[in-house]
């Protein structure tokens, strides 16, 4: 198993199939986008399978999450998928994206064993999704949440991420437009991952923030931490059920105590932590012909160094090097 000196044991795997997107993001990357990874750099779709093989057989992960940049744009996404579902014990699946080729995949990912997806939308404002994302794709996101809901890939959960000035307002509109579409409304408090390092604590719309907007219009009931366990969502019913709202507050309410996940980059680095500064390298060890046995050795040393917390409150922290895209959400 994969556990660190503070006894949290990962079973949480969050896999980055490339660091390129779609879109560019005020919040994640530069309108002119990024240097991204060369095709040698990043891990074949072999690779990632055995990398994933080894984490659900020999490590004890029992759940893949699939994130980027955006792992639509992966052309071997369906058959990575088809490939890990085949797994004894089949983990279950999920899939972090920014909505644009679901109309096209969702069937397709559904039927190779994906179990659910995370769709990111921080508006329902076509202009606003324009300013924020600088592109006009807003429709297409739409389309891709309905395609997915239709083909089964539930519970379909919205990531939002409130920016002051755009979108700071939306709050309850979003939520009613959750509700009535049966998708679960998950906020996300800006985190210091862009690639501009421009975040700033004092100008983030916190989680006390959203829920104080959500009061306005309806009643929330905090679930107990017992249903929460080691989610990264806070999570509320919505004005007695059975429809639920969250939040991760992973600046003003940490909750790293319970942190049970793993990170593989597409260029094959662990990562112990979302805001970690240091990664080890499984790419150079799958490259050297190293058994399984010896890859897993190496990923449980990394686990056992996991720090006990983010550090996002300590004056000297630093942002990783490395921004959202190139890590995997």
Not at 67 to 72: A, F, K, Q, S
Not at 199 to 208: F, L, P, S, V
Not at 262 to 270: E, H, K, S, V
């Amino acid at each position: 198993m994969l556990i660190d000196t503070y006894g949290r044991v990962a079973t949480d795997l969050r896999v980055s199939l490339t660091d390129k997107c779609n879109l560019r993001c005020t919040y994640c990357m530069p309108e002119e986008g990024l240097q991204w990874l060369s095709k040698t750099e990043l891990l074949s779709d072999d690779e990632i399978v055995r990398l994933i093989r080894i984490a659900v057989t020999d490590l004890g992960i029992r759940e893949v999450r699939f994130t980027g940049g955006e792992p639509l744009l992966r052309p071997g996404l369906v058959s990575i998928v088809e490939q890990c579902a085949a797994l004894e014990p089949r983990p279950r699946m999920s899939l972090t994206t920014n909505g644009i080729g679901l109309k096209r995949t969702a069937a397709a990912l559904k039927a190779a064993g994906l179990d659910r997806v995370n769709v990111s939308l921080d508006t329902l404002r076509p202009d606003v999704f324009k300013t924020l994302t600088r592109r006009d794709r807003h429709q297409d996101v739409l389309d891709g949440l309905a395609a997915a809901r239709d083909a089964g890939l539930t519970p379909v959960k919205v990531n939002t991420v409130l920016m002051p000035g755009l979108n700071d307002d939306e709050a309850p509109e979003l939520l009613a437009w959750a509700v009535a579409h049966a998708y679960e409304l998950r906020f996300i408090e800006q985190m210091p991952l862009d690639a501009q390092h421009g975040w700033k604590r004092d100008g983030m719309i916190t989680a006390g923030d959203i829920l104080a907007s959500l009061r306005t219009r309806f009643t929330l009931t905090a679930e107990g931490d017992e249903e929460r366990g080691s989610a990264p969502a806070e999570r509320w019913t919505v004005d007695g059920g059975p429809h639920r709202v969250g939040v991760i507050a992973s600046v003003t309410r940490p909750f790293c105590g319970a942190c049970d996940r793993t990170r593989l980059t597409a260029d094959g680095q662990i990562r112990t932590c979302l805001f970690a500064r240091e990664e080890t390298d499984l790419r150079a060890a799958l490259r050297s012909t190293a058994p399984d046995e010896e890859i897993a050795r190496i990923w449980k040393l990394a686990m056992w160094g996991k720090k006990a917390g983010s550090g996002l409150d300590d004056p000297a922290f630093l942002q990783p090097d490395r921004p959202m895209s190139a890590i995997g959400g």
